[in-house]
């Protein structure tokens, strides 16, 4: 039973931000393509994560020091971002998730501008016995981290700073193009 009531759910549930929905691919170009076609979302800003865009990159606890790499794709819908992340070589959580559920729903990532108020969560959920599974910096601004929630709820949890970040002339490309 929740040591919470219903109008205390509702009124603590108000202020939070759900900010983004993510799915993880074998083909980031195929899965793209899908959702313009059958889905109308889009455009898609495409990218890629690496040793050179994100720094104290770490996976279960460890550094990853080897070359990484995986590449993303965001929309917006609204006020929910969605992701498409293909893993494509190094230590990450995606490439197990990807092999023991497919293409599919990986995450859903609530909304933390604070970052004391981000580790003030991620230490709630440790309580909970809920560790960090990954994490890193891209651009030296936006953080994430994953939570190894999937067992107790069916799927992963991450929490973020999610800052509005620009991009760099051709750090990015679209889909679809002009």
């Known amino acids: 039973m929740s040591n919470m009531t219903q ?33 109308k979302v889009g455009p898609w800003t495409i990218m890629c994560f690496n040793n050179d865009s994100l720094s104290d990159f770490y996976v279960g ?16 819908i609204g006020d929910i971002q969605i992701e498409i992340i293909q893993p494509v070589k190094g230590p ?7 092999k023991r559920h497919g293409n599919s729903l990986h995450h859903m990532k609530e909304y933390f501008p604070d ?8 230490d709630r959920y440790a309580g909970f016995g809920v560790n960090v599974t990954q994490t890193g910096w891209f651009a030296g601004q936006d953080v994430h981290y ?13 929490l973020g700073n999610c800052p509005e970040i620009e991009m760099a ?8 193009e002009e």
């Open 7 to 39: 109008q205390e759910l509702i009124e603590f549930n108000k202020n939070r931000k759900m900010f983004q929905f993510c799915v993880v691919t074998d083909d980031l170009d195929k899965a793209v393509k899908e959702w313009v076609d059958l889905y």
């Open 61 to 76: 606890g460890k550094l990853v020091e080897e070359p990484f790499e995986f590449h993303i794709g965001i929309s917006q």
């Open 92 to 98: 990450n959580i995606y490439f197990d998730y990807l």
């Open 115 to 122: 970052l004391d108020e981000l580790k003030k969560e991620i």
């Open 146 to 158: 994953y939570l190894d929630t999937e067992e107790r709820t069916g799927m992963i949890m991450e």
């Open 169 to 176: 002339a051709g750090s990015y490309r679209m889909y679809p």
